[in-house]
């Protein structure tokens, strides 16, 4: 396509060519009272974030936004976001991939093509127990065009996987499911997220490793909970609910 993208009426869209991070553009813009569906989206960021304090790296080419969301839930609730963007995201790719690409979703947000890390997320919220969420920023990287070559796991891209979508169409496909999936999630709740993130999970009931802040678990990978959390059945017996970590499959 050319042109402006043309995204559902929920989202505003705010567009730069480069900035220093759309997450940390989209909390200006909450600190400011922006509303609910404020997308900030760039081009190209100086300073775009990983998980865990990574920089992610963010030439042009690729697709980086971020969503301001305002959903009235408990901060504890939040993470479910995470689930419903990659599988938004997941359903985006099938659409703009050809038919024989695998798209799979990898614990707790990575979505995956042909085994090989194609996009991130990351989760910046605000808000406390007592008043529920203030704001939650949803923020994607997706590789359209290339992937790091530097990263201590596979990456891809849109392009290198056989498509030719600009990062304008992967914008429009992925707004239209994350507006199906948001809806959806407000209505009847985190379950049928569940049931579609698991139906393209890689590496259930499968040996794993999770890098946790001070230690690392080994441990298979028995479940997903119905709140979000990896189940580690531990060699030793019993299981470990994990909320936050990164996953490391010996098969990958
Ligand atoms: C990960 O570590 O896998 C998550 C990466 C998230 C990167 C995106 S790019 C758009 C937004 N702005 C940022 O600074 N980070 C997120």
Redesign the pocket.
Known sequence: MSGAPRLPEFFRLVAHERID????EARRLAAQGAVEGTLVWARE?T??????G?R?S?PPGNL???LLLRPACAPATAPQIGFLAAVSLGEALEALLPVAAEVRFKWP??VLVGRAKIA???LEASGDAMHGLDWLIL???INVASAPGDTPYAATSLHWAGSAATVEDVLEALTLRLQHWYGRWQTTGFEPVRERWLSGVLGLGEQVEVRLERETLSGRFAALDATGGLELELPQGGRRRIAAGDVYYPSL
């Open positions: 991070s759309t997450n940390e960021q300073a775009g974030r990983g998980r865990r990574r992610w963010s980086y936004m971020s947000n990575d991130g997320i990351l923020g994607m990287g």
